[in-house]
Nanobody, 114 residues
Framework: VQLQASGGGLVQAGGSLRLSCAASGSIFSINVMGWYRQAPGKQRELVATITSGGSTYYSDSVKDRFTISRNNTKNTVYLQMDSLKPEDTAVYYC?????????WGQGTLVTVSS
């Protein structure tokens, strides 16, 4: 499974961005896709996940501001980020879980200015 993340950039606080993660390769039986982030000097943390059935999970820090979705036809997962805060600044990584194995994308930088 190969994952290609895109959509990061610089945005002012209160603004919005949409990240995309396109999966290719052995994409069948991908159970869960998700987004993680890693801010400078901090550990990577879970942001949101979505199962093949459409069930979602959000961390408390992004709940009600971020929305994860997936387009199974395009094999792509999205993260719509609204009401962005400076503390959302991080490199965002997409992840896929398939048959017990984890696959990571290359990361896309999101910078939120105050």
């Amino acid at each position: 499974v190969q994952l290609q993340a895109s959509g990061g950039g610089l945005v002012q606080a209160g603004g919005s961005l949409r990240l995309s993660c396109a999966a290719s390769g052995s994409i069948f039986s991908i159970n869960v896709m998700g987004w993680y982030r890693q801010a400078p000097g901090k550990q990577r943390e879970l942001v949101a996940t979505i199962t093949s059935g459409g069930s979602t999970y959000y961390s408390d820090s992004v709940k009600d501001r971020f929305t994860i979705s997936r387009n199974n036809t395009k094999n792509t997962v999205y993260l719509q980020m609204d009401s962005l805060k400076p503390e959302d600044t991080a490199v965002y990584y997409c992840k896929a879980i398939r048959v017990g194995s984890n696959y990571w994308g290359q990361g896309t930088l999101v910078t939120v200015s105050s």
